[in-house]
């Protein structure tokens, strides 16, 4: 099998590859955008020693686009691949003492991302880094499961593709996808030491045409309604952002569930 490859889905950003700006270096020769067919040319002016890939239909939603790269990928040769958003930036712990953060880009995330190629397998399928928010009221770092996934998405595909259904929200399709592996018995991993976040929430492009508040808040009640018991809704009124529904979602439960569902499968 390939080593991990590092995808990056992206759409009507053209002119600013915030995350491809951030991991240039050695991470950018095993690294592949997806976008669109129209704007194939413009990424490939960008950076010409970056495999860009169009995506079958240009009108697929991020969801759509997630669930045909896990095949893909797995299709192309690889049981590894790690997934993107298109608008990030990585800091870790100045050391495990110390909560403050120190900004991290290029060629210093190649030992992080081996961090993550090291732990996903079929122990742990699906792994990631952690969120900057809140990161500083974490009294110890490394290594927590089960957790919230975001922005990082790391499969490994043998499993995530035989097991999970895709497409089944519009937004919020990395939870439903974690839900999924959890609540079988699969357990993530998050390595909190090393986070991420997007430079601002809902900035043109990426999933912006695709996400309104209403289309947002319906896909939380659809989460909840795929998970009962799992999943919650309830309303968030930001200071700096727009007010929205948001999800609460019992993690340890998920991973509780798909346990005894393994246990209660007899031995062969």
Not at 244 to 250: F, K, S, Y
């Amino acid at each position: 099998m390939n080593g991990m490859r590092i995808i990056i889905p992206t759409k009507g950003r053209t002119n600013r590859q915030l995350t491809l700006a951030s991991i240039a270096g050695q991470l950018t020769k095993k690294t592949t955008l997806v976008c669109p067919e129209r704007e194939v040319a413009a990424l490939k002016d960008i950076r010409t020693d970056i495999e860009v890939v169009a995506q079958p239909n240009d009108d697929w939603g991020i969801a759509k686009k997630r669930g045909w790269i896990l095949e893909e990928w797995l299709r192309r040769g690889y049981d590894k691949i790690v997934m993107l958003d298109d608008d990030l930036r990585f800091a870790t712990r100045k050391t495990n003492s110390d909560w403050h953060l120190k900004e991290i880009q290029g060629n210093e995330l190649v030992p992080h991302f081996d961090k993550l190629e090291a732990k996903l397998g079929p122990e742990f399928p699906h792994v990631g880094f952690g969120q900057r928010q809140g990161n500083n009221q974490l009294e110890t770092v490394g290594w927590k499961s089960p957790g919230k996934m975001c922005y990082v998405l790391a499969f490994y595909l043998p499993i995530v593709v035989k097991y999970v259904e895709f497409n089944r929200v519009r937004t919020r399709e990395d939870m439903d996808i974690s839900l999924q592996l959890l609540r079988q018995g699969y357990p993530n991993a998050i390595f909190t030491e090393t986070v991420c976040d997007q430079r601002k929430f809902d900035a043109p492009g990426g999933t912006s045409d695709e996400r309104t508040m209403e289309s947002s808040n319906e896909d939380a009640r659809v989460l909840a309604s795929l998970h009962p018991g799992l999943v919650s809704v309830v309303q968030r009124d930001y200071k700096a952002s727009v007010p929205r529904d948001e999800v609460i979602v019992q993690w340890e439960k998920a991973l509780e569930e798909g346990r005894q569902k393994l246990k209660s499968v007899p031995s062969t």
